[in-house]
């Protein structure tokens, strides 16, 4: 003989404040001498691990039956909002009740998160610029190609976004053509740092200026003050102010750190270098 031709198939549950003349009428009617009380929870599942049991998982009914498997079976008890103590009952006729107390927190319920929209700067490429690429991006990482960094969209610390452009071990070099002499106050280009993916911030930063896309001009050197073994994701922008500077061709050479510097867990394998928008304010 088994334990499960022992065990009461229709489990019915009362909670703490079910009144007294309630649970009798109950008991008398189903003939059953316990009732198994769940205080400030309830039941939303049983299971017993057995991958061949047809058994329902669910009880809309509000009874709820399981055989035991290898002597086990699972209860699956939700909470409230309210703290206390979650008591728990389970009787079966021929075997000891078990009994079962969870202390439960007070917790407020998750915040809905809206779904991720991208950061947006000035979209160059909708007032007609153009980018000459010196270097090619890596075909995994190109993001929106051409247009990719002068689209608007700004990335954030996840570098499978679709908005960042990547470049493996190569510097990154590119002439940004704004396709008419504008009065320019700052430059900015932004890169990510991730290092488990071997995505590093550039060394420096070069930004050259012409009005002629011939003859350019150095105007600022930005080098970078991070550590390269800073854990984590996050993106740094690297800006040079121009104080009114005239300007159509915008030059940006930012170094690739090259390799993965000693102590990272793929040190000696190319670095990458990440970048996402070139802003010109």
Partial sequence: MLVQHWMTRDVVTVEADTPFLEARLILKDKKIRHLPVVDRGKLIGVGNGDPSSHESDKY???????????GKCQVIVQSTREAGT????ATS??????IASIHAEAAEPRPYLKPFTPETANNLARRGAKVQYKSAWDPRFAAAG????IDGNLGGADYQDGLWQGFEKNDFEAVVDLGRVLTASQLRTDYLQD???RIFLPTSVEY??????????VVATVANDMPADKAG?????FAAKLNGTQVRYIRVIAKNLGLCPPGHRQAGQPARLFIDEIVVQ
């Fill in 93 to 98: 006729p021929g075997l000891k009740d078990g």
């Fill in 146 to 149: 051409a247009d990719a960094l």
């Fill in 60 to 70: 809309l009914t509000g009874t709820w039956q399981r055989s035991l498997f290898n």
């Fill in 233 to 237: 994701a996050f993106v740094k922008q």
């Fill in 86 to 89: 979650i008591q728990f009952r």
């Fill in 208 to 217: 050259a200026v012409s009005t002629d896309g011939k003859e350019f001009k």
């Fill in 195 to 197: 290092i488990e993916a």
